[in-house]
């Protein structure tokens, strides 16, 4: 038996951590349809740049406050039905966005879409501490999340070519209601009747959740410092090719596909290779957080961006920065260990919520730094220095769990 769920087959639970990928790919491109056909959508229904920016920050008001809530269904409820309702919803408010005919019914679709998608994540790993022992939740926490990353770096150029085939209407349209076909290998998949609450053993085994709990704390507090690098790349880096290398938009948004798609591919390998350690004989806390740092200490090659004039050779370096990525999966790996078994949802809830606090920041800090230097680099020293002050946050302030959790394998336990 893997985890503390339910007895089922290898390719079974793998399949499901495939469909998870896929959700988490369908979650981007539904997330940044906005983005890429905001043009359009600006000059049909005459929206100034004030009015753009609060349909861009729509989807955040309710996909942050709701990872909270999300994760302690996640906790509670069978994960079968909630993330199928979830999807369903997130789904349906894309596809009739391509009714919309104001702002503010757009607004409205973007707040219900960020509802049904904040299950992604911590429905998402309350489900592979479900189905997966510790020595292999690294490459599956990895598989499951970079579907966002592989997402981001196809939707683009996927999503603009829709637009300007069929129209922006048509294009939530077909995003939107083609996605509800994940919903038919999902319900003949996961396992029905499937528990997701701890037994009173188990529960005894965990810390109890407070907003105190100190590993809960800093893991929270250095996602936010992860958040800050990550973010920085999402919303700043195809401007950052345009104005300062002066590249055309569409040779610019295919340079950046290229560290977007190292990420995602980074992180199951991320995990992958935590988990080759463990079952090495390495304690399980040693793996992840030597990763965590070789992932880390990749992004000081964002930092010869600078000083290359060739623009492949710097955008290889940016890809050499989006190595960062190797430590995902296994930070949510250690989310997964250090949470008592019946609160990994809300533990991954209300770790979420504290990295996309960085998605508010990161933007409008880097745009401030561009404006007062006249320059990109030092707001890329800026995001590497953030992310390097979390590395001794989890190398000298989690405390490992040492009571191990029924269904945890003896080769996973470890005192780090």
Known sequence: MAGIGPSISNARRWTIVGLLFASGVINYLDRAIVSVALPVIALELHLGPAAKGVLLSAFFWSYAVMQLPMGWYSDRYNLRWLYAGAFALWSLACGFTGLASTLGILIALRVLMGVGESIYLPGGMKIVSLFFDAKDRGLASGLVNCGTRAGLAFGAPLIAAIVVAVGWKNAFFILGFASLVWLLPWLKTYPVGTTVSATPAQRKRGQPLTWLNSNLLVMSVAQICYGYYWYLLVTWLPDYLVVSRHLPLQKA??????????????????????????????????????????AYFSSFMFLLVGHVQNDMAAIML???????????????????????????????????????????????????????????????????????????????????????????????????
């Open 253 to 294: 948004g295919a340079y950046a596909a290229i560290p977007y798609l190292v990420y995602a591919i980074a992180e199951p390998a991320g995990g992958w290779m935590a988990d080759q350690l463990v079952r090495g004989g390495w304690g399980e806390m040693r793996s992840r957080k030597v990763i965590i740092a070789l």
């Open 318 to 416: 940016i890809g050499g920065g989006a190595l960062v990525g190797l430590s995902s999966g296994n930070i949510l790996a250690m989310l997964q260990r250090l949470a008592p078994p019946d609160e990994v949802g809300l533990w991954t809830g209300f770790f979420n919520a504290a990295g996309n606090f960085s998605g508010i920041v990161a933007p409008i800090a880097t745009g401030l730094i561009i404006a007062r230097t006249g320059s990109y680099y030092p707001a890329f020293v800026v995001s590497v220095f953030v992310l390097i002050v979390a590395l001794p946050m989890y190398w000298f302030l989690l405390k490992d769990r040492k009571a191990p959790v029924p269904g945890e394998t003896a080769l996973a336990r470890d005192n780090a």
